[in-house]
């Protein structure tokens, strides 16, 4: 039967996968080895197994990671005036770019024995997503040189005398490091840069050695205005055979002193206002040893490699811990300015507009955070995390801009106009940054989240992928006939998850035990993922190799397995928190809008597929139409009434945010905040009686210490609502272009 199997059936369909399917990359090939799967295929698998989800351990600090959060951590925040790196200085202090040194802020991805503070993911984490909310500039100065570079790369690959000479200098800061890997011409096209390294023999330290004469031409590159070693990527040529190989050995990694002849630093981009270093970098002529590779002569041509499996980790930690502040430090400051914030004598935080946006923010913030942890548990588990950290790149970025977006508008002209207290402008300014850095989004989301999701995730593609590239026919087909029919029975077993799931609403979908209140979450969750690994499998069905190029289809089918991630993160904080009842609100309109997002790109997804059939069978084994109405509203003004209060609740869902200062306005804001709060059983008093503040205390309703604590909450209060303004000197010492007497004249008609 197996013969006749393979010689009847299997091999006429891999002799036509063969001619259909597109030969993978050398490219393609590395970044997909890169890195791993863990819990997204599980989801891929259509029946996600939550006992593994529970199992993963919760991330926590330790005594010495807690101790620099709040020691350095908080010292560096009180160091910083944002509004003078931003508007006067163009750059951090000289103090704190000390400060950074001295405490090894470089450092906190370097092991002990090299130096550093050897923090795990989490803490790494914890110290950015807590910077950034007194920062942006402060929090990337601190965030890429423990990111994707030379510190990382040496971590990873780095023979052990790179690491014994640079690793310590690194960490103690007496070297600080660049990355240049983006070029004029390749943008997200790393293999189309044209930054070119030639091996040949030159002069290095008064001798004669076999080594690479370098040209180059980066931007974007942060750091690199300050750098003292440029970790650089580009294309190795060995044109005399120096090496023993090809002559095109590929992409390289190696490390370049800037201070060597021919390297130009120094000149600065503005990345979107936010006066972090950043600009180009060139070269020319410039001459290393082969040593400088990193990795040693073995890693020439494996640079891709390289970046695809350090990528991993920075892409999982830096830009989703900036994101998730951005959503939380929104979240706090928005429900707090929408209880002091009164119109119509009520807070505006009670009109139902505003707490359409607070719900979601306190949503967002919670979904997020909760998908931030369970990444840094993944990666400090030691898993290079290729898809999920393009998930959380992607979407925790997303989602600031939304958050950012919402909590401008119920500011309103608070957040509009500029000046030290604006809290929320120099985020609004930084969101264009996250969204199109380490990966532009709209790459990440077409191409990248489920195109290479599909292939590393699902259960048995990627093994008929690698049999159909074996070039013997014979072995080849073997490899295949095995994949293939594994790949059937998966696909079966799917066709009746999804049918029992979908036409029972959930009811039959599998749940772990104890899972209290959020079972029918995870029920539902469960109903989803076995709808998305169908209508996966008959997307490769239907078109192949094609699938490569229906950008907009795998954009769809990578938020689908977005969103059931999120979600994952989401209930596994629930679950690590001790099922916080005062939470569950929170949890169940993340769900239910999670849930209305993937049902609307699933019944998208089959709208667009160019066989109908398919579309029609997909449509009627999953029931992806019907409501996509989401959260309802009272579930809504529950979840928004929780930002309106103190609690410990609130506290949960902003996170670890720096209380700020009155520079900042935060300080301010908090005051207020905490004041209202404190007034607020007299103010209900008065509004009962239909009193004044004085009137009451002449009727003696209120005593003197009573009006005392109105009149301060009230001057709080006036203190938050207020915005900055400037003087015509003033103004011109912000911008030196402007001369006061031309302030003067325009002030004056």
């Not at 993963?56 to 010292?75: H, I, K, M, T, Y």
């Not at 590159?221 to 970790?231: M, N, Y």
């Not at 030290?420 to 380490?438: D, F």
Request: net charge negative; hydrophobic share 40%.
């Amino acid at each position: 039967m197996s013969d006749f199997r393979k010689t009847r059936i299997t091999r006429p369909i891999h002799r036509r996968a063969r001619t259909a399917l597109p030969q993978m990359s050398e490219t393609e090939a590395e970044a997909l080895n890169a890195g791993e799967v863990w819990w997204e295929a599980e989801l891929f698998s259509g029946n996600p197994d939550y006992d593994k989800l529970h199992a993963v351990a919760e991330p926590r600090l330790s005594d010495e990671e807690r101790a620099f959060l709040e020691g350095p951590c908080e010292e560096l925040c009180a160091m910083i005036d944002d509004w003078d790196i931003n508007q006067r200085d163009a750059d951090l202090p000289p103090e704190v770019w000390e400060f950074l040194r001295t405490q090894k802020f470089f450092g906190m991805i370097i092991e002990k024995k090299h130096g550093g503070l050897g923090f795990s993911a989490y803490a790494h984490s914890e110290v950015v997503r807590y910077i950034a909310t007194r920062s942006v500039a402060a929090a990337v100065t601190v965030m890429v040189p423990n990111s994707l570079g030379p510190g990382e790369l040496l971590h990873m690959f780095g023979t052990e005398a790179q690491k014994e000479h640079w690793l310590p200098r690194l960490a103690d800061g007496r070297e600080l490091p660049a990355f240049g890997l983006t070029s004029a011409e390749a943008g997200s096209d790393a293999s189309a840069m044209r930054d070119e390294g030639i091996v040949e023999k030159g002069m290095w330290q008064g001798e004669e050695v076999l080594g690479i004469r370098l040209n180059w031409s980066k931007r974007y590159i942060t750091l690199s205005p300050k750098c003292t070693v440029l970790g650089l990527a580009f294309k190795l040529r060995d044109p005399e055979g120096h090496l023993g190989g090809m002559e095109e050995v590929g992409i390289t990694c190696a490390l370049v002193p800037a201070d060597l002849p021919g390297v130009e630093t120094g000149r600065r981009h503005i990345p979107s206002s936010t006066m972090f270093l950043n600009g180009p970098t060139t070269g020319e002529d410039v001459f290393i040893p082969l040593d400088h590779i990193i990795g040693g002569q073995e890693y020439a041509g494996r640079g891709w490699m390289m970046l695809m499996s350090a990528l991993a980790a920075g892409r999982g930690i830096s830009l989703p811990s900036m994101g998730c502040a951005a959503i939380g430090f929104s979240a706090h400051t928005t429900g707090a300015y929408a209880r002091v914030r009164e119109q119509f004598n009520l807070p505006i935080g009670k009109f139902g507009g505003i707490q359409a946006r607070l719900a979601q923010l306190a949503a967002d913030a919670y979904l997020m955070d909760g998908a931030r942890r369970l990444t840094c548990a993944g990666l400090d588990e030691g898993r290079a995390l290729s898809v999920i950290s393009a998930i959380m790149k992607a979407h925790a970025t997303f989602r600031m801009r939304e958050a950012v977006n919402d909590a401008m508008d119920v500011h309103s002209g608070k957040a509009v106009i500029d000046g030290p207290t604006n809290y929320l402008l120099p985020l609004y300014r930084a969101v264009p940054i996250g969204i199109t850095v380490e990966g532009a989004n709209i790459v990440t989301r077409s191409l990248i989240i489920f195109g290479q999701g599909a292939i590393r995730a699902h259960p048995h593609l990627l093994d008929e992928m690698q049999a159909l590239q074996i070039e013997d026919e014979d072995e080849s087909l073997e490899a295949f006939d095995k994949a293939f029919w594994s790949h059937v029975g998966h696909a079966l077993k799917t066709v009746g998850r999804s049918l029992s799931r979908a036409w029972s609403g959930g009811r039959l979908a599998s749940a772990p035990r104890k899972a209290g209140a959020a079972t029918p979450i995870y029920r539902q969750l469960s109903r989803w993922a076995a709808s998305y690994a169908l209508v996966a499998d008959l997307c490769f069905l239907t078109l192949g190799g094609e699938l490569k190029r229906r950008e907009m289809i795998s954009a769809r089918m990578g938020d689908i397995l977005s969103e059931m991630y999120l979600l994952s993160g989401a209930l596994k904080r629930w679950q690590d928190e001790g099922q916080q009842k005062a939470d569950l609100p929170v949890l169940e309109y993340a769900a239910a809008r999670s849930f209305a997002g993937m049902r609307r790109a699933l019944d998208e997804v089959l709208a667009n597929l160019p066989a109908r059939w398919a579309g029609w069978l997909g449509r009627a084994l999953t029931l992806p139409g019907g409501s996509a109405r989401g959260p309802d509203d009272r579930l809504t003004v529950r979840v928004a009434n929780l930002l309106l209060e103190p609690s410990a609740a609130r506290d949960r869902i902003t996170g670890r945010l720096h209380g700020g200062c009155d520079r900042n306005g935060v300080g301010a804001l908090n005051a207020a905040f905490a004041a209202v709060i404190d007034a607020a059983p007299l103010m209900k008093r008065l509004r009962e009686s239909g009193h004044s503040p004085d009137s009451a205390l002449d009727a003696g309703i209120i005593s003197e210490a009573d009006r005392t604590r109105i009149s301060d909450m009230e001057d709080k209060v006036s203190q938050t609502i207020a915005v900055d303004d400037f003087s015509p000197k003033d103004l011109a010492s912000y911008y030196p272009g402007l001369e006061a007497s031309d302030s003067e004249r325009m002030a004056a008609q």
